[in-house]
Structures are given as structure tokens and as C-alpha cells.
């Protein structure tokens, strides 16, 4: 994949797949023209979810058609009460009753985090409403997790002008336990090759390069490392190491002669939350990088958070994202 035309090779690839994706903040206007865009270019086939009045509004106040764009207005569905039953049953153990999951089941995110569920729809984008805690919120409870995978994460695609790296976790898990950085390494490694096509070498990132500084934290990384191994035998993964030793031939063959990743790394799993903001941010802000992301992982359907700062085109993108990550 060419890296500069990165994101259109996702939107042209998304366009083979008929993918159907839910947005539930429909009520703000960077959806409904993502929406429209989204439909026109047949990336996927979107529904709006909210209040019906609400979004028309909206769309005739921006002369923006929704022909052939469908609207979904929780209490009026057909099957609102078909899912309500549903998340009450999933949730009635931790206390929740009938009357409250009818209030949730309201709340657009919530059902249309219920339509990918139940296969009405193939995955969901939202956050330019809502906050980051809600979006997983309704995935963690209505979705639920991945099989064989206990921690839900982010990544983001970082785009050079010559090379794509997958960064992560930078927007999710603060402190990830052992078992959490094995995870994250090895769903990261498995969307990086269904949006790029390329194979992953993954590095376990540290201060340490192969035992080189003795510390907890260290021994946190190296733990990390033998547990995904363990995990994925077949997945080109090393740890720990140093930035430049996984990004730079010459200094891996130095600091770790041997290794398969070192040097030639495209998937860099940060040690923490910290490490991981920071990192994406200095590439993006001071190496040119473009952030594509972040990319919800984890879940057993997409889906995605968006900054509550983002663009249509960031709508539009991550959808594609979605529906391509979605059908792999």
C-alpha cells in the first residue's frame, strides 16, 4: 500500500465490502454530512440514529439531501422493545432494571451499539457527541469483548510520506497490566495488517534494549513480550527494545543482533498511556505524521471514538476504517 494515498486505498477498499455502519451522533451536523458523503461514495451504507425531527432540521438548514440515507429514532423502532429486553437481560445481574434499560436503550449510542449486536448493522462511529467513556461504555456492555482477547485498546495508523507504523495504546488503557500489553500487541499486529496489507513486526517498546537497564518496569515489558509470544507463536513480535533499535537497521543489529524485529519494526506497543500520547503526538506534531485513529480494538464488532474535535473527513475516514476492520 502506497502510504501517501493511504486513506483513499482504505476508502476504495471499504467500497468493496457493502458494509453497514451506524452514526449515532446524528444530531450534529460533521455526521450528517460525513453521512452523505459516506453514501455517495458508497464507503458504506450509513444509518442515522436520533431524533428523525432533529436531524431533518439539521439537513435542510445545510441543504444537505438524506435520499437513500436511513433514519433510526430508538423509541419508534420496531424492535425497541426487542432490544431493551436484551440489555436488560445482559445487565439485570449488575442491578439494572426493566425501567432503566428502557431509558438506556434510548440513548442513540446505546442503540445502535444494539444494532451491531444483533447484525442489523456491522459497526458503529461515534464520539463527535459523545465522550470517549460513553462510546466504550456501549460497546463494552451491548457488544462485549473480542473472543480470546480481555482488553479493549486503541491504536492509531501513523502516515509518513514513505511508511505506515501502527502506534499503540494511546488514548485507552493508562497503566496496562502484563496480560493487557500482550493483548494490545497482538490485536494491534492483526488490524495493522487488515488496513496497511503489510505484515507486522512488532515491537514491545521500553527504556531497556534486551536487558540492557535493570528495572520492574523493564521486567514488566519483557514479561509482556514472552506472554504474546506464547500467545501467537507465529506473530513476529520482540522486547524489549528501545525506540531506535526497533525503528533503525543499523542500531538493531547492535543493540539486539538476531532479532526479526529489531530495526525493522512497524507496530510499536508503548509501555503505558503516557509513553503512548506523547509518542503519536511528537510524530505527528513534530515528524509530519498524519494520525489516522484512534482506532477502537478489542471489541467482538467495531466500534469507534472520534475526538469531539474531529472533521467530517475524519467521519468519513474512520468509517472506512471500520468497515474494513470490521470485514477482515
Known amino acids: 500500500m502506497d502510504p501517501k494515498n493511504f486513506l483513499l486505498e482504505v476508502r476504495a477498499n471499504a467500497k468493496t465490502l457493502s458494509r453497514t455502519i451506524v452514526l449515532p ?20 451504507r450509513p444509518i442515522l440514529v436520533g431524533t428523525e425531527s432533529e436531524i431533518l432540521n439539521i439537513s435542510a438548514s445545510e441543504n444537505i439531501s438524506l435520499e437513500g440515507i436511513e433514519i433510526v429514532e430508538p423509541e419508534k423502532h420496531a424492535k425497541f422493545g426487542e432490544y431493551t429486553s436484551i440489555y436488560h437481560e445482559l445487565r439485570k445481574k449488575k442491578g439494572l432494571t426493566l425501567e432503566e434499560a428502557t431509558s438506556v436503550m434510548q440513548k442513540p ?5 444494539m444494532m451491531v449486536r444483533q447484525g442489523a448493522a456491522d459497526g458503529s462511529v461515534a464520539g463527535s457527541l459523545s465522550t470517549t467513556g460513553d462510546v466504550l461504555r456501549a460497546g ?22 514513505d511508511r505506515l507504523f501502527s502506534f499503540a495504546d494511546c488514548a485507552v488503557v493508562p497503566d496496562p497490566t502484563v496480560e493487557q500489553l500482550a493483548d494490545i500487541a497482538i490485536t494491534t499486529a492483526a488490524n495493522h495488517k487488515k488496513l496497511t496489507g503489510e505484515e507486522p513486526r512488532v515491537a514491545m517498546l521500553s527504556f531497556s534494549t534486551k536487558g540492557s537497564a535493570a ?17 501467537q507463536p507465529s506473530l513476529l513480535l520482540d522486547g524489549e527494545l528501545q525506540f531506535d533499535a526497533a525503528l533503525l537497521p543499523s542500531v538493531g543489529k547492535k543493540k539486539a543482533p538476531g532479532s526479526a524485529v529489531a530495526g525493522y519494526a512497524n507496530v510499536f506497543i508503548f509501555p503505558d ?14 515528524g509530519g505524521a498524519e494520525a489516522a485513529g484512534p482506532i477502537v480494538q478489542g471489541l467482538a464488532k467495531p466500534a469507534f471514538d472520534l475526538s469531539r474535535g ?15 476492520i470490521g470485514a477482515s
Open 310 to 324: 474531529c472533521s467530517v473527513e475524519d467521519i468519513v475516514n474512520v468509517t472506512a476504517m471500520n468497515a474494513v
Open 215 to 231: 528495572h520492574e518496569k523493564v521486567e514488566k515489558i519483557q514479561q509482556a513480550t514472552l506472554l504474546a509470544q506464547k500467545k
Open 25 to 44: 451522533d446524528a444530531n450534529d451536523i460533521r455526521t450528517v454530512k460525513a453521512a452523505r458523503i459516506i453514501s455517495n461514495e458508497g464507503i458504506a
Open 140 to 161: 463494552l456492555q451491548v457488544i462485549g469483548m473480542e473472543p480470546g482477547n480481555n482488553t479493549v485498546s486503541s491504536f492509531f495508523v501513523m502516515v509518513f510520506p
Open 273 to 286: 498511556l503516557g509513553a503512548g500520547n506523547i509518542g503519536y503526538k511528537i510524530a505527528q506534531r513534530l
Open 109 to 113: 449510542l446505546f442503540f445502535g451499539a
